[in-house]
Protein backbone atom coordinates (compact mmCIF):
# COMPACT_ATOMS: atom_id res chain seq x y z
CA UNK A 1 0.00 0.00 0.00
CA UNK A 2 1.07 3.37 -1.20
CA UNK A 3 1.93 6.36 1.25
CA UNK A 4 -0.78 8.06 1.41
CA UNK A 5 -0.24 11.64 3.28
CA UNK A 6 -3.33 13.78 3.92
CA UNK A 7 -6.18 10.57 3.60
CA UNK A 8 -8.43 10.13 7.22
CA UNK A 9 -7.13 7.41 9.17
CA UNK A 10 -10.69 5.60 9.40
CA UNK A 11 -10.94 6.14 5.03
CA UNK A 12 -7.40 4.05 5.07
CA UNK A 13 -8.17 1.17 7.06
CA UNK A 14 -11.68 1.13 4.99
CA UNK A 15 -10.00 1.12 1.68
CA UNK A 16 -6.97 -1.90 3.05
CA UNK A 17 -10.00 -3.86 4.24
CA UNK A 18 -11.84 -3.21 0.57
CA UNK A 19 -8.38 -4.14 -1.18
CA UNK A 20 -7.87 -7.51 0.80
CA UNK A 21 -11.53 -8.55 -0.29
CA UNK A 22 -11.19 -7.78 -3.79
CA UNK A 23 -7.83 -9.92 -3.87
CA UNK A 24 -9.69 -12.45 -2.50
CA UNK A 25 -12.69 -12.28 -5.31
CA UNK A 26 -10.01 -13.02 -7.63
CA UNK A 27 -10.32 -16.79 -7.33
CA UNK A 28 -13.69 -17.23 -5.83
CA UNK A 29 -16.81 -18.86 -8.61
CA UNK A 30 -18.51 -16.12 -10.85
CA UNK A 31 -22.04 -17.77 -9.85
CA UNK A 32 -21.34 -16.13 -6.40
CA UNK A 33 -21.39 -12.74 -8.31
CA UNK A 34 -24.64 -14.17 -9.38
CA UNK A 35 -26.43 -15.24 -6.37
CA UNK A 36 -25.38 -11.99 -4.81
CA UNK A 37 -27.32 -10.08 -7.57
CA UNK A 38 -29.80 -11.55 -7.82
CA UNK A 39 -30.65 -11.80 -4.17
CA UNK A 40 -29.84 -7.87 -4.18
CA UNK A 41 -32.54 -7.61 -6.85
CA UNK A 42 -35.06 -9.26 -4.39
CA UNK A 43 -33.98 -7.44 -1.46
CA UNK A 44 -34.83 -3.72 -3.74
CA UNK A 45 -37.78 -5.06 -4.23
CA UNK A 46 -38.85 -5.99 -0.73
CA UNK A 47 -38.01 -2.23 -0.26
CA UNK A 48 -39.94 -0.34 -2.43
CA UNK A 49 -41.76 1.71 0.33
CA UNK A 50 -38.83 3.05 1.55
CA UNK A 51 -37.39 4.02 -1.45
CA UNK A 52 -40.85 5.73 -2.77
CA UNK A 53 -40.02 7.45 0.54
CA UNK A 54 -37.06 9.05 0.27
CA UNK A 55 -37.50 9.93 -3.31
CA UNK A 56 -40.88 11.30 -2.42
CA UNK A 57 -38.40 13.55 0.20
CA UNK A 58 -36.08 14.50 -1.88
CA UNK A 59 -37.04 15.25 -5.82
CA UNK A 60 -41.10 15.31 -4.81
CA UNK A 61 -41.35 12.31 -7.08
CA UNK A 62 -44.56 10.27 -7.22
CA UNK A 63 -44.37 6.50 -6.53
CA UNK A 64 -45.36 5.76 -10.24
CA UNK A 65 -42.49 7.86 -10.98
CA UNK A 66 -39.90 6.45 -9.00
CA UNK A 67 -41.21 3.06 -10.17
CA UNK A 68 -40.43 4.02 -13.72
CA UNK A 69 -37.29 5.92 -13.33
CA UNK A 70 -35.50 4.70 -10.09
CA UNK A 71 -36.75 0.97 -9.41
CA UNK A 72 -37.68 -0.02 -12.96
CA UNK A 73 -34.22 0.56 -14.65
CA UNK A 74 -32.28 -0.76 -11.80
CA UNK A 75 -33.94 -4.25 -11.44
CA UNK A 76 -33.92 -4.12 -15.51
CA UNK A 77 -30.09 -4.11 -14.73
CA UNK A 78 -29.98 -6.14 -12.07
CA UNK A 79 -31.90 -9.32 -14.30
CA UNK A 80 -29.54 -8.26 -17.21
CA UNK A 81 -26.70 -9.32 -15.75
CA UNK A 82 -28.38 -12.44 -13.76
CA UNK A 83 -29.18 -13.83 -17.23
CA UNK A 84 -26.01 -12.45 -19.03
CA UNK A 85 -23.18 -13.07 -16.57
CA UNK A 86 -21.95 -16.57 -17.26
CA UNK A 87 -21.73 -15.54 -21.48
CA UNK A 88 -19.72 -12.20 -20.09
CA UNK A 89 -17.37 -13.88 -18.25
CA UNK A 90 -16.47 -16.54 -20.40
CA UNK A 91 -12.73 -16.58 -22.15
CA UNK A 92 -13.16 -14.97 -25.52
CA UNK A 93 -10.89 -16.81 -27.97
CA UNK A 94 -8.88 -14.88 -30.30
CA UNK A 95 -7.35 -16.25 -34.04
CA UNK A 96 -3.75 -16.30 -34.64
CA UNK A 97 -1.76 -15.46 -37.47
CA UNK A 98 0.28 -17.87 -39.12
CA UNK A 99 3.35 -16.15 -37.66
CA UNK A 100 1.81 -17.34 -33.97
CA UNK A 101 1.17 -21.41 -35.68
CA UNK A 102 1.19 -23.49 -32.13
CA UNK A 103 0.12 -20.85 -30.08
CA UNK A 104 -3.18 -20.35 -28.59
CA UNK A 105 -4.51 -16.63 -27.09
CA UNK A 106 -7.51 -15.66 -25.54
CA UNK A 107 -9.07 -12.45 -23.53
CA UNK A 108 -9.85 -12.99 -20.19
CA UNK A 109 -11.77 -10.81 -18.01
CA UNK A 110 -10.23 -9.72 -14.38
CA UNK A 111 -11.65 -7.73 -12.16
CA UNK A 112 -10.20 -4.37 -11.45
CA UNK A 113 -10.32 -4.28 -7.54
CA UNK A 114 -11.70 -1.50 -5.29
CA UNK A 115 -13.31 0.01 -6.94
CA UNK A 116 -15.44 4.00 -5.97
CA UNK A 117 -18.90 4.98 -7.30
CA UNK A 118 -19.59 8.62 -6.83
CA UNK A 119 -23.16 8.93 -7.30
CA UNK A 120 -25.23 12.28 -8.62
CA UNK A 121 -28.65 13.99 -7.71
CA UNK A 122 -30.81 13.95 -9.98
CA UNK A 123 -31.71 10.10 -9.96
CA UNK A 124 -29.65 9.23 -6.72
CA UNK A 125 -30.97 5.62 -6.73
CA UNK A 126 -30.61 4.31 -10.18
CA UNK A 127 -27.64 6.48 -11.24
CA UNK A 128 -25.74 5.11 -7.87
CA UNK A 129 -26.72 1.70 -7.24
CA UNK A 130 -27.14 0.37 -11.32
CA UNK A 131 -22.98 1.40 -11.26
CA UNK A 132 -22.95 -0.97 -8.37
CA UNK A 133 -24.86 -3.90 -10.47
CA UNK A 134 -21.88 -3.70 -12.96
CA UNK A 135 -18.86 -3.30 -10.53
CA UNK A 136 -20.14 -6.39 -8.94
CA UNK A 137 -21.10 -8.53 -11.56
CA UNK A 138 -17.44 -8.02 -12.55
CA UNK A 139 -16.04 -9.17 -9.43
CA UNK A 140 -15.03 -5.92 -7.54
CA UNK A 141 -15.64 -4.16 -4.26
CA UNK A 142 -17.51 -1.23 -4.14
CA UNK A 143 -17.02 2.04 -1.87
CA UNK A 144 -19.99 4.45 -2.58
CA UNK A 145 -20.12 8.25 -2.15
CA UNK A 146 -24.10 9.25 -2.69
CA UNK A 147 -25.14 12.77 -3.21
CA UNK A 148 -25.40 15.10 -0.08
CA UNK A 149 -28.15 17.10 -2.31
CA UNK A 150 -30.71 14.41 -1.67
CA UNK A 151 -29.73 13.34 2.22
CA UNK A 152 -33.33 11.15 2.30
CA UNK A 153 -32.14 8.42 -0.70
CA UNK A 154 -28.35 8.78 0.96
CA UNK A 155 -29.27 7.66 3.73
CA UNK A 156 -31.44 4.47 2.16
CA UNK A 157 -29.07 3.52 0.38
CA UNK A 158 -26.42 3.61 3.51
CA UNK A 159 -28.76 1.51 5.50
CA UNK A 160 -30.22 -0.75 2.57
CA UNK A 161 -26.11 -1.57 1.90
CA UNK A 162 -25.37 -2.17 5.37
CA UNK A 163 -28.52 -4.35 5.70
CA UNK A 164 -27.37 -6.37 3.04
CA UNK A 165 -23.56 -6.63 2.18
CA UNK A 166 -20.88 -7.57 4.00
CA UNK A 167 -18.98 -3.92 4.97
CA UNK A 168 -16.10 -4.81 3.26
CA UNK A 169 -17.56 -5.85 0.13
CA UNK A 170 -19.95 -2.45 -0.41
CA UNK A 171 -19.65 0.37 1.53
CA UNK A 172 -21.55 3.67 1.52
CA UNK A 173 -19.63 6.95 3.01
CA UNK A 174 -21.83 9.55 3.40
CA UNK A 175 -20.49 13.47 3.41
CA UNK A 176 -19.66 16.54 1.23
CA UNK A 177 -17.82 17.62 -1.15
CA UNK A 178 -14.20 17.16 1.08
CA UNK A 179 -15.36 13.59 1.88
CA UNK A 180 -15.13 13.08 -1.62
CA UNK A 181 -12.00 15.06 -1.81
CA UNK A 182 -10.60 12.64 0.43
CA UNK A 183 -11.82 9.36 -0.97
CA UNK A 184 -10.73 10.59 -4.26
CA UNK A 185 -6.83 10.30 -2.65
CA UNK A 186 -6.93 6.84 -1.94
CA UNK A 187 -5.26 4.26 -4.72
CA UNK A 188 -8.30 3.13 -6.33
CA UNK A 189 -8.55 0.55 -9.21
CA UNK A 190 -11.53 1.93 -10.95
CA UNK A 191 -13.52 5.41 -10.75
CA UNK A 192 -16.93 5.90 -12.11
CA UNK A 193 -18.28 9.12 -11.76
CA UNK A 194 -21.89 10.55 -12.62
CA UNK A 195 -22.49 14.27 -12.26
CA UNK A 196 -21.81 17.58 -13.95
CA UNK A 197 -18.54 18.14 -16.29
CA UNK A 198 -16.59 20.33 -13.88
CA UNK A 199 -16.38 17.98 -11.01
CA UNK A 200 -15.65 15.20 -13.89
CA UNK A 201 -12.82 17.09 -14.55
CA UNK A 202 -11.90 17.30 -10.96
CA UNK A 203 -12.02 13.46 -10.53
CA UNK A 204 -10.10 12.93 -13.57
CA UNK A 205 -6.89 14.95 -12.36
CA UNK A 206 -7.15 13.14 -8.66
CA UNK A 207 -7.30 9.53 -10.81
CA UNK A 208 -4.24 10.49 -12.72
CA UNK A 209 -2.28 10.70 -9.48
CA UNK A 210 -3.01 7.10 -9.03
CA UNK A 211 -3.30 6.40 -13.04
CA UNK A 212 -6.35 5.33 -12.04
CA UNK A 213 -9.30 4.03 -14.97
CA UNK A 214 -12.38 6.17 -15.00
CA UNK A 215 -15.87 6.17 -16.39
CA UNK A 216 -17.47 9.59 -16.46
CA UNK A 217 -21.06 9.87 -16.89
CA UNK A 218 -22.13 13.78 -17.56
CA UNK A 219 -24.12 15.45 -19.68
CA UNK A 220 -24.52 18.39 -21.73
CA UNK A 221 -27.02 20.59 -23.90
CA UNK A 222 -28.60 17.63 -26.14
CA UNK A 223 -30.14 19.18 -28.89
CA UNK A 224 -33.69 17.86 -30.57
CA UNK A 225 -34.40 18.61 -34.21
CA UNK A 226 -37.57 18.68 -35.97
CA UNK A 227 -38.37 18.95 -39.43
CA UNK A 228 -41.62 19.82 -41.39
CA UNK A 229 -42.15 15.83 -42.12
CA UNK A 230 -41.95 14.68 -38.22
CA UNK A 231 -45.20 13.86 -36.84
CA UNK A 232 -45.63 16.63 -34.90
CA UNK A 233 -48.39 15.25 -32.23
CA UNK A 234 -45.89 12.33 -31.91
CA UNK A 235 -42.84 15.03 -30.99
CA UNK A 236 -45.00 16.82 -28.84
CA UNK A 237 -45.77 14.12 -26.08
CA UNK A 238 -42.35 12.48 -26.59
CA UNK A 239 -40.63 15.47 -25.99
CA UNK A 240 -43.11 17.01 -23.40
CA UNK A 241 -42.77 13.60 -21.14
CA UNK A 242 -38.72 13.31 -22.28
CA UNK A 243 -38.02 16.80 -21.06
CA UNK A 244 -40.55 17.00 -17.70
CA UNK A 245 -39.46 13.60 -16.13
CA UNK A 246 -37.61 14.69 -12.70
CA UNK A 247 -38.96 18.32 -13.75
CA UNK A 248 -35.89 18.47 -16.45
CA UNK A 249 -33.47 16.96 -14.04
CA UNK A 250 -32.03 14.28 -16.32
CA UNK A 251 -28.45 14.57 -18.00
CA UNK A 252 -30.67 13.03 -21.21
CA UNK A 253 -33.52 15.38 -21.09
CA UNK A 254 -33.67 17.54 -24.45
CA UNK A 255 -32.40 20.81 -23.80
CA UNK A 256 -32.99 22.57 -26.40
CA UNK A 257 -35.38 22.30 -29.58
CA UNK A 258 -34.23 23.54 -33.31
CA UNK A 259 -37.60 23.59 -35.75
CA UNK A 260 -38.26 23.87 -39.25
CA UNK A 261 -40.41 27.49 -39.22
CA UNK A 262 -43.05 26.11 -40.88
CA UNK A 263 -44.28 23.84 -38.23
CA UNK A 264 -43.55 25.61 -35.34
CA UNK A 265 -46.25 27.23 -34.13
CA UNK A 266 -48.42 24.26 -34.57
CA UNK A 267 -45.93 22.15 -32.53
CA UNK A 268 -45.96 24.54 -29.78
CA UNK A 269 -49.47 24.05 -29.79
CA UNK A 270 -49.55 20.46 -29.79
CA UNK A 271 -47.06 20.64 -26.91
CA UNK A 272 -48.51 22.92 -24.61
CA UNK A 273 -51.26 20.09 -24.75
CA UNK A 274 -49.15 17.43 -24.32
CA UNK A 275 -47.97 19.13 -21.09
CA UNK A 276 -51.28 19.89 -20.08
CA UNK A 277 -52.12 16.03 -20.33
CA UNK A 278 -49.18 14.80 -18.15
CA UNK A 279 -49.07 17.26 -15.60
CA UNK A 280 -52.71 19.03 -14.98
CA UNK A 281 -54.47 18.85 -11.82
CA UNK A 282 -57.66 20.23 -12.56
CA UNK A 283 -57.06 22.20 -15.36
CA UNK A 284 -53.72 23.23 -14.52
CA UNK A 285 -50.26 22.60 -13.32
CA UNK A 286 -49.38 23.71 -9.85
CA UNK A 287 -47.62 22.19 -6.84
CA UNK A 288 -50.73 20.27 -5.93
CA UNK A 289 -49.90 18.52 -9.27
CA UNK A 290 -49.28 14.68 -7.96
CA UNK A 291 -47.06 13.45 -10.73
CA UNK A 292 -45.10 16.94 -10.78
CA UNK A 293 -41.66 16.81 -8.85
CA UNK A 294 -39.48 19.56 -7.58
CA UNK A 295 -36.29 21.24 -8.07
CA UNK A 296 -33.40 19.39 -5.93
CA UNK A 297 -32.76 22.35 -3.57
CA UNK A 298 -33.05 26.80 -3.36
CA UNK A 299 -29.76 26.66 -5.00
CA UNK A 300 -30.70 25.25 -8.29
CA UNK A 301 -34.14 26.88 -8.40
CA UNK A 302 -33.09 30.28 -8.59
CA UNK A 303 -30.30 28.98 -11.36
CA UNK A 304 -32.86 27.90 -13.58
CA UNK A 305 -35.27 30.96 -13.03
CA UNK A 306 -32.27 33.62 -14.00
CA UNK A 307 -31.65 31.62 -17.12
CA UNK A 308 -35.20 31.92 -17.83
CA UNK A 309 -35.18 36.01 -17.01
CA UNK A 310 -31.66 36.33 -19.37
CA UNK A 311 -33.37 35.06 -22.29
CA UNK A 312 -36.60 37.04 -22.15
CA UNK A 313 -34.68 39.97 -21.28
CA UNK A 314 -32.74 39.13 -24.63
CA UNK A 315 -35.64 38.70 -26.23
CA UNK A 316 -37.30 35.79 -26.02
CA UNK A 317 -41.13 34.80 -26.07
CA UNK A 318 -42.76 32.96 -23.42
CA UNK A 319 -44.95 30.29 -24.69
CA UNK A 320 -45.79 28.77 -21.83
CA UNK A 321 -45.14 29.46 -17.89
CA UNK A 322 -47.31 30.22 -14.63
CA UNK A 323 -46.40 30.47 -10.64
CA UNK A 324 -43.61 28.72 -9.43
CA UNK A 325 -43.12 28.31 -5.45
CA UNK A 326 -39.57 28.84 -4.28
CA UNK A 327 -40.58 27.75 -1.13
CA UNK A 328 -41.31 24.07 -2.27
CA UNK A 329 -39.18 24.14 -4.78
CA UNK A 330 -42.14 23.85 -7.71
CA UNK A 331 -41.41 25.34 -10.78
CA UNK A 332 -43.76 25.45 -13.16
CA UNK A 333 -43.00 24.35 -17.37
CA UNK A 334 -41.55 27.35 -19.14
CA UNK A 335 -41.20 27.15 -23.05
CA UNK A 336 -39.67 29.70 -24.94
CA UNK A 337 -39.25 30.53 -28.50
CA UNK A 338 -37.21 32.73 -30.39
CA UNK A 339 -34.30 32.50 -27.80
CA UNK A 340 -30.76 34.19 -29.00
CA UNK A 341 -28.16 31.69 -29.20
CA UNK A 342 -26.28 33.67 -27.10
CA UNK A 343 -27.90 33.82 -24.40
CA UNK A 344 -26.93 31.98 -21.27
CA UNK A 345 -29.54 29.50 -21.68
CA UNK A 346 -28.04 28.20 -24.81
CA UNK A 347 -25.00 28.24 -22.94
CA UNK A 348 -25.16 26.51 -20.20
CA UNK A 349 -27.04 22.62 -19.37
CA UNK A 350 -29.86 23.81 -18.00
CA UNK A 351 -31.44 20.57 -15.79
CA UNK A 352 -35.07 22.36 -15.10
CA UNK A 353 -37.95 22.02 -16.84
CA UNK A 354 -37.51 24.78 -19.58
CA UNK A 355 -37.19 24.26 -23.09
CA UNK A 356 -36.03 27.40 -25.13
CA UNK A 357 -36.88 26.58 -28.96
CA UNK A 358 -35.24 28.29 -31.96
CA UNK A 359 -36.67 28.04 -35.37
CA UNK A 360 -34.61 27.64 -39.01
CA UNK A 361 -35.52 28.48 -42.33
CA UNK A 362 -32.87 26.30 -44.21
CA UNK A 363 -31.40 23.33 -42.94
CA UNK A 364 -27.87 24.83 -43.15
CA UNK A 365 -28.94 26.92 -39.96
CA UNK A 366 -29.09 24.04 -38.03
CA UNK A 367 -25.07 22.12 -37.94
CA UNK A 368 -23.47 25.33 -36.87
CA UNK A 369 -25.85 25.98 -33.72
CA UNK A 370 -25.02 22.34 -32.87
CA UNK A 371 -20.99 22.31 -33.13
CA UNK A 372 -20.70 25.44 -31.61
CA UNK A 373 -21.59 23.83 -28.58
CA UNK A 374 -19.41 20.90 -26.39
CA UNK A 375 -20.15 17.55 -28.10
CA UNK A 376 -23.53 16.30 -25.88
CA UNK A 377 -24.69 12.91 -24.33
CA UNK A 378 -27.72 12.46 -26.49
CA UNK A 379 -28.86 13.99 -30.00
CA UNK A 380 -32.73 13.35 -31.16
CA UNK A 381 -34.14 13.93 -34.32
CA UNK A 382 -37.76 14.14 -35.14
CA UNK A 383 -38.11 13.38 -39.19
CA UNK A 384 -39.59 10.93 -41.53
CA UNK A 385 -36.94 11.87 -43.82
CA UNK A 386 -34.12 8.99 -43.47
CA UNK A 387 -31.27 11.37 -45.92
CA UNK A 388 -31.94 13.98 -43.40
CA UNK A 389 -31.87 11.33 -40.34
CA UNK A 390 -28.76 10.17 -41.66
CA UNK A 391 -26.86 13.43 -42.89
CA UNK A 392 -27.53 14.43 -39.08
CA UNK A 393 -25.89 11.26 -37.66
CA UNK A 394 -22.83 11.30 -39.79
CA UNK A 395 -22.11 15.38 -38.96
CA UNK A 396 -23.04 15.82 -34.83
CA UNK A 397 -20.49 13.34 -32.95
CA UNK A 398 -22.68 12.67 -29.39
CA UNK A 399 -23.31 10.11 -26.89
CA UNK A 400 -26.01 8.66 -28.71
CA UNK A 401 -28.30 9.39 -31.53
CA UNK A 402 -32.26 8.65 -30.85
CA UNK A 403 -34.81 8.79 -34.33
CA UNK A 404 -38.16 9.98 -33.19
CA UNK A 405 -37.73 9.52 -29.78
CA UNK A 406 -35.81 10.60 -26.93
CA UNK A 407 -34.59 9.74 -23.70
CA UNK A 408 -35.35 5.94 -24.61
CA UNK A 409 -31.71 4.89 -25.93
CA UNK A 410 -30.63 5.63 -21.83
CA UNK A 411 -33.30 2.29 -20.63
CA UNK A 412 -32.13 -0.39 -23.62
CA UNK A 413 -29.83 -3.21 -21.60
CA UNK A 414 -28.33 -3.94 -24.91
CA UNK A 415 -27.13 -0.20 -25.98
CA UNK A 416 -23.84 1.32 -24.38
CA UNK A 417 -24.55 4.22 -22.56
CA UNK A 418 -22.00 7.12 -22.11
CA UNK A 419 -20.72 10.38 -23.78
CA UNK A 420 -17.92 11.65 -25.67
CA UNK A 421 -15.84 14.41 -25.02
CA UNK A 422 -17.43 16.89 -22.59
CA UNK A 423 -20.23 14.47 -22.33
CA UNK A 424 -18.08 11.79 -20.49
CA UNK A 425 -16.66 8.65 -21.43
CA UNK A 426 -16.67 5.17 -20.88
CA UNK A 427 -19.69 3.45 -21.18
CA UNK A 428 -22.40 1.76 -19.00
CA UNK A 429 -25.07 -0.24 -18.78
CA UNK A 430 -25.19 -4.18 -19.52
CA UNK A 431 -22.24 -6.30 -20.67
CA UNK A 432 -21.22 -2.75 -21.16
CA UNK A 433 -20.66 -1.84 -17.77
CA UNK A 434 -19.50 -5.36 -16.78
CA UNK A 435 -16.11 -4.35 -19.57
CA UNK A 436 -15.81 -0.36 -17.91
CA UNK A 437 -15.37 -2.52 -14.78
CA UNK A 438 -13.07 -5.35 -15.68
CA UNK A 439 -9.53 -5.86 -17.05
CA UNK A 440 -9.67 -7.23 -20.54
CA UNK A 441 -6.19 -9.52 -19.83
CA UNK A 442 -4.68 -11.26 -22.90
CA UNK A 443 -3.31 -14.54 -22.14
CA UNK A 444 -1.20 -16.55 -24.70
CA UNK A 445 0.02 -20.19 -24.46
CA UNK A 446 2.98 -21.38 -26.50
CA UNK A 447 3.45 -25.00 -27.56
CA UNK A 448 6.77 -26.82 -26.41
CA UNK A 449 10.16 -27.31 -28.40
CA UNK A 450 10.54 -25.28 -31.48
CA UNK A 451 7.93 -22.40 -32.78
CA UNK A 452 7.53 -19.96 -35.47
CA UNK A 453 9.27 -17.28 -33.19
CA UNK A 454 12.38 -19.40 -32.55
CA UNK A 455 13.07 -18.59 -36.24
CA UNK A 456 13.83 -15.12 -35.49
CA UNK A 457 16.08 -15.72 -32.66
CA UNK A 458 19.84 -14.46 -32.77
CA UNK A 459 22.35 -14.43 -34.45
CA UNK A 460 20.59 -12.49 -37.38
CA UNK A 461 22.45 -14.49 -40.29
CA UNK A 462 21.27 -14.48 -43.36
CA UNK A 463 18.43 -18.03 -43.00
CA UNK A 464 16.83 -15.16 -40.11
CA UNK A 465 17.03 -12.10 -42.95
CA UNK A 466 15.40 -14.51 -45.45
CA UNK A 467 12.92 -15.41 -43.32
CA UNK A 468 11.99 -11.37 -42.38
CA UNK A 469 12.11 -11.24 -46.17
CA UNK A 470 9.60 -13.62 -46.80
CA UNK A 471 7.55 -12.60 -43.81
CA UNK A 472 7.83 -8.95 -45.20
CA UNK A 473 6.55 -9.99 -48.75
CA UNK A 474 3.69 -12.98 -47.71
CA UNK A 475 2.75 -12.20 -44.49
Known amino acids: MEKLAGVDADFKVMFEKHAARAQRLRTEPWQNRKKLIKSFGEFVIQNRHRIHEALKADLGKSETETD ?71 GNTAIIKPSELTPHTSQLMRDMVKEFFEEDLVTVIEGDAQVATQLLKLPFDHIFFTGSTSVGKIVMRAAADHLCSVTLE ?7 IIDASANLNDAAKRIAFGKFLNVGQACVAPDYILIDKTVELEFIDLLKQNISKLYAANGSINSQSPDYGRIVNARNFNRIDALVQDAIQLGAKVELNGA ?48 ARPKPLGFYIFSTRKAFQQKLTESVSAGAVCINDCVLQFTHPNLPFGGTNASGFGKAHGRYGFLAFSNEKPVLKQKRGITMSSFLYPPFNNRVKRTINLMLRWL
Open 68 to 138: ISEVFPLITEIKHAVRELGNWVEPEPIDAPITYLGTTSELQYEPKGACLIIGPWNFPFMLTLGPLVSCLAA
Open 218 to 224: LGGKSPT
Open 324 to 371: SDATSRFFHPVILSGVPTDSKIMEEEIFGPVLPIISFSSEEEILPIIL
